[in-house]
Nanobody
Framework: QVQLVESGGGLVQAGGSLRLSCAAS????????MGWYRQAPGKQRELVAI???????NYADSVKGRFTISRDNAKNTVYLQMNSLKPEDTAVYYC?????????WGQGTQVTVSS
């Protein structure tokens, strides 16, 4: 089992920035892809960004140019730097890590962007 602890959410005004962190522990051997998802009220959970062990990244079109995903393999931690935040970015953000065909989810952290 992989345990994930997220931090960094909060309330910010539109145009502001936040940085999310997700630290993995437990059965961390063979973790490959790490990523962030989000779920807004009344909507399905959606992919925000993912990053491979080697640093290859993929972003949702809605966040390209504003969000940056990164990881520290030595610390088993993935980050999401969110800039130029918009009210539509308001959601619960979840960390997800993959080990082969299986994955684990974090508990989620609330991000609220006021207009």
């Amino acid at each position: 089992q992989v345990q994930l602890v997220e931090s960094g959410g909060g309330l910010v005004q539109a145009g502001g920035s936040l940085r999310l962190s997700c630290a993995a522990s437990g059965s961390i051997r063979s973790i490959n892809v790490m990523g962030w998802y989000r779920q807004a009220p009344g909507k399905q959970r959606e992919l925000v960004a993912i990053i491979s062990t080697g640093g290859s990244t993929n972003y949702a079109d809605s966040v390209k140019g504003r969000f940056t995903i990164s990881r520290d393999n030595a610390k088993n931690t993935v980050y999401l730097q969110m800039n130029s935040l918009k009210p539509e970015d308001t959601a619960v953000y979840y960390c997800r890590v993959y080990r082969g065909p299986s994955s684990s989810w974090g508990q989620g952290t609330q991000v609220t962007v006021s207009s």
